[in-house]
């Protein structure tokens, strides 16, 4: 049987870990230690985006590899564990949790919402607007106007 999102948040049984890249990694840019943090961390990080303000997976990831001495957050796995704190919310919420994350704050680069998080990006659309964010659909893609303004920093 397959685990649900927050079995899947609550998996931590081992900390982050931080590894050398191998210097035929090139997307890495000159970084020489990598991050791979945990689902619940980035849900602890995600929990604390206050009403009004966003964070996108570069905010996220900048601050993890500061916080933990690693030049850069593994890419891949920040986008694996965002989705399942963002799913695991919302298993929360239908079985009556009140206190979720607000995982419809956290956006792709550039301001763009995240087609794979629950209902979509019509279901971070909906959040968003409900919080007064304007959000506009370009060439099939979301994106929330002036979101660079309301960034918010951990």
Request: charged share 25%; proline share 6%; glycine share 8%.
């Amino acid at each position: 049987m397959a685990k649900t999102a927050i079995e899947k948040l609550n998996v931590d049984k081992q900390p982050y870990v931080t590894t050398d890249i191998p210097p035929t990694y090139t997307a890495a840019r000159g970084a020489k230690s990598m991050l791979i943090s945990t689902p619940l961390e980035m849900d602890a990080v995600m929990k604390r985006v206050p009403k009004g303000k966003l964070m996108t997976y570069d905010e996220l990831r900048a601050y993890l590899a500061k916080k933990h001495g690693a030049d850069i957050t593994c890419p891949l796995t920040t986008g694996i564990f965002v989705n399942i704190a963002a799913h695991a919310a919302e298993e929360m919420r239908a079985r009556g949790d009140k206190k979720l994350t607000p995982w419809w704050r956290t956006l792709k680069p550039g301001g763009v919402l995240n087609e794979k998080f629950p209902g979509g990006a019509e279901g971070q659309r909906a959040h968003l607007v409900a919080e007064g964010f304007m959000v506009t659909k370009v060439r099939g893609r979301y994106f929330v106007e002036g979101f660079d303004a309301r960034i918010w920093k951990p």
